[in-house]
Nanobody
């Protein structure tokens, strides 16, 4: 079992930056692909960025060039660096860890609120 805890959310002005962190408990964190999802009020949850256990990254078109996902397997953490934030980035951000082999697994954090407003 893996437990995920997000942190780093808050209120920021448009054009500002935030860094979200997903901290995982449990062993073998490096075998999990980790994604950041977000859900705005009244909207569907969407994938923002994803990183494989080997470090391959993908991004939603809406955040490409502004957000960067990275991981430190030694520290069991995944970071989402968010720059040039826009009001439409406002949402609850969730960390998700997925294991495809050696017995599948799918885990979610509790979410952290990001609000971009002037």
């Amino acid at each position: 079992q893996v437990q995920l805890v997000e942190s780093g959310g808050g209120l920021v002005q448009p054009g500002g930056s935030l860094r979200l962190s997903c901290a995982a408990s449990g062993s073998a964190f490096s075998i999990y692909a980790v994604g950041w999802y977000r859900q705005a009020v009244g909207k569907e949850r969407e994938l923002v960025a994803r990183i494989s256990g080997g470090g391959t990254t993908t991004y939603a078109d809406s955040v490409k060039g502004r957000f960067t996902i990275s991981r430190d397997n030694a520290k069991n953490t995944v970071t989402l660096q968010m720059n040039s934030l826009k009001p439409e980035d406002t949402a609850v951000y969730f960390c998700n860890a997925v294991r495809y082999y050696s017995g599948p697994g799918n885990y979610w954090g509790q979410g952290t609120q990001v609000t971009v407003s002037s």
